[in-house]
Structure formats: C-alpha cells, structure tokens
C-alpha cells in the first residue's frame, strides 16, 4: 500500500508555544489530506480536509486560527497548533487518498502524540 | 449526515477463538474499507470491498460487502493475540467509534 508518513512521532512544549506536525506522501501525490484528533479511549475525529494550493476545509467546531493548516505541495500538509494549552494534548493523525486506487483507499501516518506541559 | 454504527463495541475473546464484527448505516455505499488501529499508531487498511455482496479474505480475516450496500462484516478466524486492537470501517473519512478486541492467551 500507499505510505503516508508524520513527523515528528512525539512532541512535548510549553503551554503557550505553537507546534508544527508534517505529514507528507512519499509514493504517491495526494490533492487532499485529512487531519484528526483521537483522544484516550476515544474515535478519530475528522478536524479539516487539507486542500493543496487553496484553503483548508474545517469541520464543524473546529477553529481555524487555532488549527492552521498548510498544504503547500503535492505531497505534504503541516497542521501547526497555535498557542497550545493542556487540552490540546492528543493523538493527531493525517491521511491522504491514493489516486492510483481511485481515491478509495485512504492511508494514515504513524500519528503524532502531543503533549502540553 | 450518515450514522454510522458498529457493533459489538468491545470483544473479549480467548486466543484461538473466531470473531465477528459489523458497521451499519441508514445510507448506502459503494466501498467498504475495513482498517485496524494498534496502540499508538495510525490506522492500517486491512480489507477493500468495491461490490454489494462481495466476499473478500486477506489470511485470517474475511469481510462481506452487505448486499443491501448498507452494512460490512468482518470475521477473524483463530484469532492471535496480536490481532488486539481497535477495527474501523469509515465512511467519507469520518470515523464510527470502532470495535475494541482483547484477545486473551
């Protein structure tokens, strides 16, 4: 299958400071990423559909300014969290559709867990 | 939007058993995509169902594509103690809230 890959796996920063997380497509070229947020014990939750060369699209509740993505490339979306609290801790996760299996078939980076000290 | 149901939410099961798992929704699809999420990582794609009624086994596992294209099952045969995790069957890229396994040695 298809390969999406996160970076960084893990991150631990300050209450306050703004964290990047980098997903990128290294076989194939994804037009669209989506980005999620899964806490303990809980489902991914869909936050935003990443739309390369224009504006993300969010999900409901969601608050862009706070969850600011960038989809630059073909093969790459950053999510960055701004002025990130406590609450913000969680697993997040991107995934992408490969176009050479009709857009069908989504695959999902390792995750990125976030900590907010 | 469409509600998308899976059951049973939790299995706890004893190494060797066979296990059963299904997604339902009130709309119809026209892929099924069962995925599996282990501990600390990104969910995997296990199996793809394109046609209603359609049969398909990846070793141990067999998915059915319902012919009503409204509900997936998914089976797991002698089950092993690394088939633990959380199974998903999205939909539009949103997520039900899965079927947690526990298989016990």
């Known amino acids: 299958g298809a390969v999406v890959s996160q970076h960084p796996s893990w991150v631990i920063c300050k209450s306050g400071t703004s964290v990047k997380i980098e997903c990128r497509s290294l076989d194939f070229q994804a037009t669209t990423m989506f980005w999620y947020r899964q806490f303990p014990k809980q489902s991914l939750m869909l936050m935003a559909t990443s739309n390369e060369g224009s504006k993300a699209t969010y999900e409901q509740g969601v608050e862009k300014d706070k969850f600011l993505i960038n989809h630059a490339s073909l093969t790459l979306s950053t999510l960055t969290v701004t002025s990130a609290h406590p609450e913000d801790s969680s697993f997040y996760i991107c995934?992408?559709?490969?176009?050479?299996?009709?857009?069908?078939?989504?695959?999902f980076g390792q995750g990125t867990r976030l900590t907010v000290v | 939007g469409q509600q998308l149901n899976q059951s049973p939410q939790s299995m706890f099961i004893q190494e060797g058993e066979d296990v059963s798992m299904n997604c339902t929704s009130s709309s119809i699809f026209n892929t099924w995509l069962w995925y599996k999420q282990d501990p600390g990582e990104g969910p995997v794609l296990l199996i793809a169902?394109?046609?209603?009624?359609e049969l398909t086994s990846n070793g141990r596992l067999t998915a059915q594509f319902g012919i009503t294209r409204k509900d997936s099952f998914l089976n797991i045969s002698a089950s092993i103690p690394s088939d633990v995790g959380i199974y998903f069957c999205?939909?539009?890229?949103?997520f039900g809230a899965g079927t947690r396994l526990t298989v016990k040695p």
């Open positions: 995934s992408a559709r490969d176009p050479r299996e009709g857009n069908t078939e989504a695959f």
């Open positions: 169902l394109y046609k209603a009624g």
């Open positions: 999205p939909q539009d890229m949103r």
